[in-house]
């Protein structure tokens, strides 16, 4: 599937088993309207359901990742089209989704945007990439689950501090702190993020969905329970055709060709 021109506020791009959804709001740094939030809902809830999709990238057009809600344009009155809760679900597809998800960071990362980047599996950066949680300086306790999230990433303490606290730091403080696992230059930043995506999407896709699910099964389960699972499926897994290729590959010192089952 090349680039789909059936929406306003995103695009999505599927290619060698990476799926980009690019926030398209360029001249607002994508900011977050309705619109944005169907649109994203949409895109999502269908790659979720498509097993072409090994990566899902999230990143932003133009100089801005997301910087949250578009303020100018709800104190301005906007109401493009009705905000429906189930929206808000997109936070849980790029969480669990089976694909594995990418937050690649090119500029401003804040509210509620920060909230779907945390969401993603992974997260690199720009270095002229900013970061805030900044909910508390609207007026607003939060939304995109980043109570949840981000203390599972940073510590409980550090997330507590960037959310009562709020306040702009850049993009080597985020790798400080753990935030992303990488940052690149500017000019090289796209080209970056896209050779990481397509070094996972090059991985054996059974064990890749299985080692995300297996992430997410943790995160619901006690850990005797988690155990019952991750043996299930790694006995499932080691018994396929593309992990009996791998140790073929591996001994004979040569590229693996997988091919999903």
Not at 134 to 144: E, I, N, R, S, T
Not at 158 to 184: H, I, N, T
Request: charged content about 25%; some cysteine.
């Amino acid at each position: 599937m090349g680039a789909s021109d059936t929406y306003q506020t995103i695009r999505y791009e599927l290619a060698d088993g990476i799926g980009t959804v690019t926030l398209n709001r360029p001249d607002r740094l994508n900011g977050i309207i309705n619109t944005m939030m169907r649109e994203l809902h949409e895109v999502l809830s269908t790659a979720a359901l498509d097993p072409a999709v090994r990566v899902l990238v999230l990143t932003g057009a133009g100089k801005g990742f997301c910087p949250g809600a578009d303020l100018k344009h709800y104190s301005e009155g906007g109401a493009d089209e009705p905000l429906r809760p189930v929206y808000f679900d997109l936070t849980r597809l790029l969480h669990e989704m089976p694909a594995v998800t990418v937050a690649a960071i090119n500029g401003a990362c804040a509210g509620a945007g920060l909230g779907w980047a945390c969401a993603c599996d992974l997260r690199v950066a720009s270095e002229r990439a900013t970061f805030n949680t900044a909910f508390l300086d609207v007026a607003v306790a939060g939304d995109m689950g980043g109570p949840w999230t981000l203390p599972r990433i940073v510590g409980p303490a550090k997330a507590r501090e960037l959310y009562f606290l709020p306040g702009k730091f850049g993009a080597d403080e985020a790798l400080r702190m753990g935030l992303v696992s990488k940052v690149f230059p500017d000019d090289t930043f796209r080209a970056e993020a896209a050779a990481l995506a397509a070094r996972l999407a090059a991985a054996a896709p059974l064990a890749l969905r299985g080692m995300k699910a297996n992430f997410v099964a943790a995160e619901r389960l006690g850990f005797s329970d988690f155990l019952d699972i991750e043996t299930e499926r790694h006995t499932r897994i080691t018994a396929s055709e593309d992990c009996i290729e791998a140790f073929r590959a591996f001994v004979e010192k040569r590229p693996a060709n997988f091919q999903g089952r």
